[in-house]
């Protein structure tokens, strides 16, 4: 068996500097911002009689639309709770089970949520579960350390996301 810690230390000082990315945007959000719309067109997130839904589509358009800050914050919530609902041995929520929850402070407790149980998976880690077969985002099998250093990876290009949509957000209004 070989030791794990060093893994788990690096992927876990991975998720904390990617978080603490997030953690400077996520407190300037206003529910305004959120829904703004940097273009004709963009993905947002709607209001509806069952709760706040996300455009989309099965078969990603080209070119790709706009997206709002609520739609990128939507985004992260689902991918999120699949990774770790498949972490945990249960059923995914599926695109559809993960909602907008209509507001930024709602956005902020759901993703600070989700970092909690991100957090409790990483502190978990172990031989076994580092290299146990994982087939989330892909078709095929790849350790689960690869879906972990994927997880990081995209949080941060939504993170990213969210901060360029901040800056322009300031420049037009």
């Known amino acids: 068996m070989t030791d794990v ?3 788990r230390e690096a992927l ?3 998720f904390d500097m990617v978080w603490s ?4 945007h996520l407190p300037a959000l206003t529910d305004e911002m959120c829904t703004w719309e940097p273009a004709p067109g963009a993905w947002t997130v709607r209001p509806t009689d069952d709760g706040w839904v996300a455009d989309w589509a099965d078969e990603e358009p080209d070119p790709v639309p706009a997206v ?3 739609w990128v914050c939507w985004h ?3 991918w999120w709770s699949e990774t770790v609902a ?4 249960e059923e995914p929520p599926g695109r559809t089970g993960v909602r907008y929850p209509g507001s930024a402070d709602g956005v902020r ?3 600070t949520a989700l970092a909690e149980q991100w957090r409790e998976i990483l502190a978990d880690l172990d031989d076994a579960a580092l290299s146990r077969p994982s087939t989330f ?3 095929d099998e790849r350790p689960f350390a690869t879906t972990i250093a994927w997880a990081h990876a995209e949080l941060m290009k939504n993170v990213a996301e969210i901060g360029l949509l901040r800056t322009v957000h300031r420049a037009r209004t």
Do not use: F, H, K, S
């Open 5 to 7: 810690a060093p893994a």
């Open 76 to 78: 992260i919530a689902w």
């Open 137 to 139: 985002p892909w078709p």
């Open 86 to 89: 498949r972490a945990r041995g």
């Open 68 to 70: 709002t800050i609520g």
């Open 21 to 24: 990315l997030a953690q400077y």
């Open 109 to 111: 407790a759901q993703l």
């Open 12 to 14: 876990t000082w991975q």
